[in-house]
């Protein structure tokens, strides 16, 4: 089974940027469409980003259009996630998630379909 790791979590004032990278190890990311999910104070999970296969395809929950950007290197077997812009409400745990390997649509998959979880990296935005 797959096994992800994030990292690049930390503390920022409001208005700066992080990166986040996710890195899979014991089987590679080629086929498995990635996502990233956050769970903020007070607040349920969310997909907050999600990327095809082959990077082609992505999407963002609303909060964050404009302000994120997912993005995968294959051949690293890692998946980022750029914040800029970043929001007092982005504080949170930040999770790099994996379905299992398959073409399908990656808009097609539900939440749990993502079924390879990292333990989170924690974002902190200070005002």
């Known amino acids: 089974r797959v096994q992800v790791v994030e990292s690049g979590g930390g503390s920022v004032q409001a208005g700066g940027s992080?990166?986040?990278s996710c890195t899979a190890s014991r089987h590679g990311i080629l086929s498995r469409c990635m996502a990233w999910f956050r769970r903020t104070p007070g607040n349920e999970r969310e997909r907050v980003a999600i990327i095809?296969?082959?990077g082609g395809a992505t999407a963002?929950?609303?909060s964050v259009k404009g302000r994120f950007t997912v993005s995968r290197d294959n051949a690293q077997n890692t998946v980022y996630l750029q914040m800029n812009s970043l929001k007092l409400e982005d504080?949170?745990?930040?999770?790099c998630a994996a379905t299992v390997p398959g073409w399908?649509?990656?808009s097609d998959y539900g939440d749990?379909?993502?079924v390879y979880w990292g333990q989170g990296t924690r974002?902190?935005?200070?005002?």
């Open 60 to 62: 963002y929950v609303d």
């Open 104 to 106: 399908r649509v990656c």
């Open 52 to 54: 095809s296969q082959r």
């Open 91 to 95: 504080t949170g745990m930040y999770y």
């Open 123 to 127: 974002v902190t935005v200070s005002s």
């Open 18 to 20: 992080l990166r986040l």
């Open 112 to 114: 749990d379909d993502y």
